[in-house]
């Protein structure tokens, strides 16, 4: 069974770049037609896909975010990792990394994914 586990700091700082890192147990991140996600749902609001990296690497970015994510990953230690810069309070969320089986790109459910960890609260506040 594939596992996911987010980590990274709880709070940031307004302007500062926000950096998470999904540690994936089960599956190589290279397997054949997975994509591996980056999802988060701010308080009081539905879920909201920011990007994906295929298993061969390749980065796909809401368009919303393009400008501010970068997705990339490590297949050494078998991690994918989320950055986001110049953060204000809006990007206060709960983080999700999560497995498809091809590309997903509305997160209007969580059952729409395969996979999905347990989750991070990301607090930007000064």
């Known amino acids: 069974q594939v596992q996911l586990q987010e980590s990274g700091p709880g709070l940031v700082k307004p302007s500062q770049t926000l950096s998470l890192t999904c540690t994936v147990s089960?599956?190589?991140?290279?397997?054949?037609?997975?994509?591996w996600n980056w999802i988060r749902q701010p308080p009081g609001k539905g879920l909201e896909w920011m990007g994906a990296?295929?298993?061969?690497?390749?980065?796909y970015y809401s368009p919303s975010l393009k400008s501010r994510t970068s997705i990339s990953r490590d297949t050494s230690k078998n991690q994918f990792t989320l950055q986001l810069s110049s953060v204000t309070p809006e990007d206060t969320a709960v983080y999700y990394c999560?497995?498809?089986?091809?590309?997903?790109?509305?997160?209007?459910?969580?059952?729409?994914?395969?996979?999905w960890g347990r989750g991070t609260q990301v607090t930007v506040s000064s």
């Open positions: 999560a497995t498809s089986m091809g590309l997903i790109t509305v997160a209007t459910t969580k059952d729409m994914y395969d996979n």
């Open positions: 089960g599956a190589s991140i290279t397997t054949n037609f997975y994509y």
């Open positions: 990296i295929s298993d061969l690497g390749s980065t």
